[in-house]
């Protein structure tokens, strides 16, 4: 495949979007044609190739814009090669071992023959927005548990797949 690659993403501050745009740039960087692009902000898969989904954790489930990107576009995800990435620990658990998906997650993979998903860890940073979010910072447990090398490595892994396929 030599196509167009979308990787859309569900995040409220920031962090899962530049998880997104990383694996984006490194998809670009093997030969691929790949944007990263809010959930949101998406209104036809149908121009992709292949897809990669990436959603931020909050209390054991996916970011609501990932949720409802997957369950508007399901028809023409399951149609094509799709991957799923979530990021959220906010500790060095994800770089440590592999943390399977939320229940929710792993529907929708079996739904729709997601051939991955991999969790990576979260940043939450002074300034984020939500309650909950200021109530995790007061009590000392943010800080950016992203693993970038682990990230560019997963999406060479994928350009390759897709170069394959």
């Not at 739904?111 to 009590?139: C, D, K, P, W, Y």
């Given at each position: 495949?030599?196509g ?29 044609t790949?944007?990263?692009r ?13 897809v ?33 990435f ?19 997650v ?5 739904r ?15 300034g ?7 109530m ?30």
């Amino acid at each position: 495949m030599t196509g167009r690659v979308l990787v859309a993403y569900g995040t409220t501050n920031g962090s899962t979007a530049q998880i997104a745009e990383a694996v984006a740039h490194v998809l670009c960087k093997e030969g691929l044609t790949a944007e990263a692009r809010p959930a949101p902000s998406v209104a036809s898969t149908e121009t992709y190739d292949a897809v990669v989904v990436g959603g931020a954790l909050y209390a054991g489930r996916w970011h609501k814009d990932a949720r409802r990107f997957v369950r508007r576009h399901r028809r023409a995800l399951a149609a094509r090669p799709l991957w799923f990435f979530s990021s959220g620990p906010l500790d060095a658990s994800a770089s440590e071992r592999n943390i399977p998906p939320v229940p929710g997650v792993r529907r929708a993979m079996d739904r729709l023959g997601v051939r991955e998903h991999i969790t990576f860890g979260g940043s939450l940073e002074e300034g984020a927005r939500g309650r909950v979010a200021q109530m995790i910072l007061r009590n000392g447990k943010g800080g950016d548990f992203r693993d970038l090398p682990a990230i560019e490595a997963w999406a060479e892994r994928l350009a390759e797949e897709m170069t394959v396929a």
